[in-house]
């Protein structure tokens, strides 16, 4: 009997010495099931509205970024060492071609002491325009307009690793 609580005893001061690690490893298994915060979240839209556009014909995919409080991600003409500006490139498909580079908004210009340098970026908002070439041959009816977007977001202390996401629209092809 004396064994069995010495045992016992042993347990509880192992449980009690684990409890504040464990309360300490609580939250980054929160953060790494989670994973790193998502300050951007993309979005995609179509000019014109309708979503229409006719075989070798044209339209404008806005690709729009709203950027969360406090970060902001870099501008497309960013040419500094450093920093991964946004670049916007539409999926390989028989449908869809960029017709041009993409226009952006005129960028904040300022010291970046995490690079030691001054970068171009955008907070809050900003959307970039995709000129859309549709192929003549291109068949009649729905088909998915892929553009991928590779970005960084930084925060003044951190970045975050550089990201690529994928946005799409629905794309009615007319004859």
């Excluded at 609580?5 to 490893?25: E, K, N, Q, Y």
């Excluded at 041009?100 to 171009?120: C, K, L, S, V, W």
């Excluded at 991928?148 to 946005?167: E, H, T, W, Y």
Aim: charged fraction near 15%; glycine fraction near 6%.
């Amino acid at each position: 009997m004396h064994l069995f609580s010495s045992d016992a005893t042993r347990g509880r001061a192992r449980a009690l010495f684990l409890l504040p690690v464990i309360a300490v490893l609580a939250p980054c298994s929160t953060w790494a099931q989670q994973g790193p915060p998502q300050p951007v979240k993309w979005s995609v839209a179509l000019e014109p509205a309708a979503g229409q556009a006719a075989a070798g014909g044209a339209l404008v995919a806005v690709v729009t970024a709203a950027i969360g409080e406090g970060w902001h991600v870099y501008a497309p003409d960013e040419s500094n060492v450093g920093p991964r500006p946004v670049t916007l490139t539409i999926v390989t498909n028989p449908v869809f071609s960029a017709a041009g580079t993409f226009d952006a908004p005129e960028p904040e210009r300022e010291m970046d002491p995490a690079f030691d340098q001054i970068t171009a970026s955008y907070t809050e908002k900003a959307a970039f325009r995709l000129p859309v070439a549709v192929a003549a041959e291109a068949p009649a009816g729905p088909h998915a307009l892929e553009i991928d977007v590779s970005f960084q977001a930084c925060d003044g202390n951190i970045c975050l690793p550089a990201k690529a996401v994928r946005v799409s629209a629905i794309v009615t092809v007319t004859r």
